[in-house]
């Protein structure tokens, strides 16, 4: 057996990107350490040593070496193991790659936010980021169609880079549903990704490390008040 | 004879002048398509129906858009004469870094460009941080990449050129000898490579653009 080396990740149980590690160390059944912050209350010494640009979680440490931020640390495992018997996470073929990557960059800079902002925000503007949350629900839906070759997941049989990107926000997703007394992933509007997300959460490589609900919808309150009186706090736009 | 490869750009973005230049970098033959931002091509809205943007790569027939996916994609499409390390860990960092150019310093600099008076020395001290912190990832060397330059080069390479052009339009220094050395140098060296210069649009039009930009964000 190929010596795999030391593997340790600094996470926090409800994060969605250290979930995205967490998923990709499992489809390679890597087995590592899991070192566990109390976000957002405090940063351990090591978290601020092995991640100082940033200070955030997940920081994947590969006998001792740091490797940052969430999409970068899933590429690095899909490229660090990557033999024969190993499912890929990254498709072959570098035009089917762009799009999974067009699309994870896509979550993280346009739906993720949007999905975050309702968190804090009022009335309008909360009615302005659900709209802008459900076209791009949309958007991934049609997505999932043209991608399509086939198996439950964007990435075909098994999960892939594109499904582990989008799946690590299923569960604060059904957490707004809850909030908001919408249903996000409503099967009548996104029949293909309300398919997927059941999909994703049975998953082996996802069941075990998925946040439970309840603990979630509690903490995502917490994080919200936080963000509320940050908001409050904060010196007016000049 | 129409070229397999495509990319529909406008003369005056960094974001495609990068794309440009790692096609060059390459030595990739392409077809370039300037668009008219204001009057955007059917081929355009087709082939980014999401951001409506260019850069857009268009290799048989197949649109790519996003100019950091577009690099990646130039960088597996073409693989000799890689721009990444072949050590993944390497790789991790050299995407690190991109990212941390792309994400903090580009924003940064833009709140440089369209801010006035007090903001805009706050947005400068919090440029200069940021490309303090991107120094540190030249350690010594003369590219990001070592010796010769490499996909974080040709990320945070619009730096060089536009800084530049800000600092005339502002009558003000961002980066010298005295703040960021390293990086100064690195402005210098990045800009005098071959395969870059050919691809940088006149500096006095840019200058002109980017007067424009600034009349048009004046309140009426």
């Keep these: ?238 | 004879m129409a070229k397999e490869v495509k990319l529909l750009g406008f003369w005056a973005s960094a974001y495609v002048v990068r794309v440009q230049i790692a096609l060059n970098f390459k030595g990739i033959e392409y077809d370039y398509v300037e668009e008219d931002l204001k009057k955007k091509s059917e081929l355009l809205l087709q082939s980014n129906p999401v951001y409506r943007q260019v850069p857009v790569l268009v290799h048989a027939g197949k649109p790519i858009p996003e100019s950091m996916v577009i690099l990646e994609y130039i960088e597996e499409a073409w693989p000799e004469k890689p721009l990444l390390p072949q050590d993944p860990y390497q790789r991790a960092m050299a995407r690190f870094w991109a990212r941390f150019a792309e994400e903090k310093c580009l924003p940064s600099g833009v709140k440089y460009f369209t801010t006035k008076g007090e903001d805009q020395l706050k947005a400068k001290e919090e440029l200069v941080e940021n490309l303090k912190i991107l120094e540190g990832a030249l350690q010594g060397k003369k590219f990001f990449a070592g010796e010769t330059a490499g996909m974080v080069d040709i990320v945070a390479g619009w730096l060089p050129f536009w800084i530049r052009r800000m600092e005339g339009l502002f009558g003000d220094k961002v980066v010298e000898e005295d703040n960021l050395p390293h990086l100064n140098a690195w402005f210098q060296d990045y800009l005098s490579l071959p395969f870059v210069r050919e691809k940088l649009p006149p500096p006095e039009k840019v200058c002109a653009d980017l007067r424009g930009l600034l009349a048009s964000l004046e309140p009426n």
């Design chain 1, 1 to 238: 057996m190929e010596k795999q080396g030391e593997v340790k990740l600094i996470g926090m149980w409800s994060s969605p990107f250290v979930l995205r590690v967490k998923v990709a160390l499992n489809i390679k059944g890597v087995p590592y350490e899991s070192l566990e912050e109390q976000l957002p209350f405090s940063k351990s010494q090591l978290l601020l040593d092995s991640n100082p640009v940033h200070k955030k979680v997940p920081v994947l440490l590969h006998d001792g070496k740091p490797v940052c931020e969430s999409l970068i640390i899933v590429e690095y495992i899909d490229e660090v193991w990557a033999s024969a018997g190993l499912p890929a996470i990254l498709p072959r073929d570098p035009y089917e790659r762009a799009v999974a990557r067009f699309w994870a960059s896509y979550i993280d800079e346009k739906l993720f936010p949007a999905m975050r902002g309702t968190m804090a925000a009022e009335d309008e503007q909360r009615k302005a980021l659900l709209e802008q949350v459900m076209s791009g629900l949309g958007l991934l839906e049609d997505a999932f169609g043209k991608c399509w070759k086939g198996g439950k997941f964007f990435g075909g049989e098994t999960i892939g880079f594109l499904d582990i990107a989008l799946g690590s926000i299923l569960a604060l997703m059904k957490v707004f549903d809850g909030a908001m007394g919408v249903k996000l992933l409503d099967e009548t509007k996104f029949p293909k990704l309300a398919a997927w997300s059941e999909a994703f959460c049975e998953a082996e490589p996802v069941k075990e490390v998925m946040p439970e609900h309840e603990r979630l919808a509690e903490f995502a309150m917490v994080i919200r008040e936080r963000m509320r009186a940050a908001k409050a706090a904060a010196p007016p736009p000049s």
